[in-house]
């Protein structure tokens, strides 16, 4: 079983809607939390950091954090066809270290 | 911006061969990780370089060696090479108390 779990979709939205995308992770030891845009044959772009528990929003972005749960989400507002691209959450158990990556979920935002 | 810049941009060696890949900084931040990312997955950490000392490691075989230089600037190394080893390879910058940004990649094919 990977340490960070992520349905790789592809999720399909219409223009306008909220896209929802979540990851599950098994170690407890994590306390950073990043969501990252990868676009097709570019590298990873951050979109959003918290650290431990809690709600961080950010423009039409809002990323969650459930510890108790192991469980984080990054919801998109008002989604647009730009959006489409592959969602990658990452964690941590130390500040700036070793990433741990889920696989990614493909989202398609159709006009 | 960190102007996190990569080199090359693709390239094809033969099995067994040796490759190296480079990775700068417009800043020249003293973190730097590596990452091997198959297609369809997330990204797998290499290791990471603090000050030009290795800083952690991840599940890859010696053959994977690395360099930081005074300047900061890195140097991924694999040395016999395997099919398997074909992949998007990334390095990310620690720009904050917790955030990495990464570079645009360099894609290997292994034939």
């Known amino acids: 079983q990977k340490e960070v779990e992520q349905d790789p979709g592809p999720l399909s939205v219409p223009e306008g809607a909220i896209v929802s995308l979540n990851c599950t992770y098994s170690?407890?030891?994590?306390?950073?939390f990043m969501w990252y845009r990868q676009y097709s044959r570019k590298g990873p772009e951050l979109l959003m950091y918290?650290?431990?528990?809690g709600n961080k929003e950010d423009g039409r972005f809002t990323a969650q954090v459930d510890k108790s749960s192991k469980y984080i989400s990054l919801f998109i507002r008002d989604s647009q066809p730009s959006d489409s691209a592959t969602y990658l959450c990452?964690?941590?158990?130390?500040?700036?270290?070793?990433?741990?990556f889920g696989g990614g979920t493909r989202v398609l935002v159709k006009p | 911006e960190t102007g996190v810049t990569q080199s090359p941009t693709h390239l094809i060696k033969t099995r067994g061969q040796q490759v190296t890949l480079r990775c700068s900084s417009q800043?020249?931040?003293?973190?730097v990780s590596w990452y091997q990312q198959a297609l369809g997955q997330g990204p797998q950490f290499i290791f990471q370089?603090?000050?030009?000392?290795?800083?952690g490691r991840g599940n890859f075989p010696p053959r994977f060696s690395g360099l930081q230089f005074p300047n900061y600037s890195s140097e991924l190394n694999v040395n016999a090479l395997e099919l398997d080893d074909s992949a998007l390879y990334l390095c990310?910058?620690?720009?904050?108390?917790?955030?990495?940004?990464f570079g645009p990649g360099t894609r290997l094919t292994v034939t």
């Open positions: 990452a964690m941590s158990e130390a500040a700036g270290n070793k990433l741990t």
């Open positions: 170690n407890s030891a994590f306390q950073y």
């Open positions: 918290t650290y431990s528990s």
């Open positions: 800043s020249g931040h003293n973190t």
């Open positions: 370089y603090y000050r030009e000392e290795e800083n």
């Open positions: 990310a910058v620690r720009t904050g108390a917790y955030e990495q940004y």
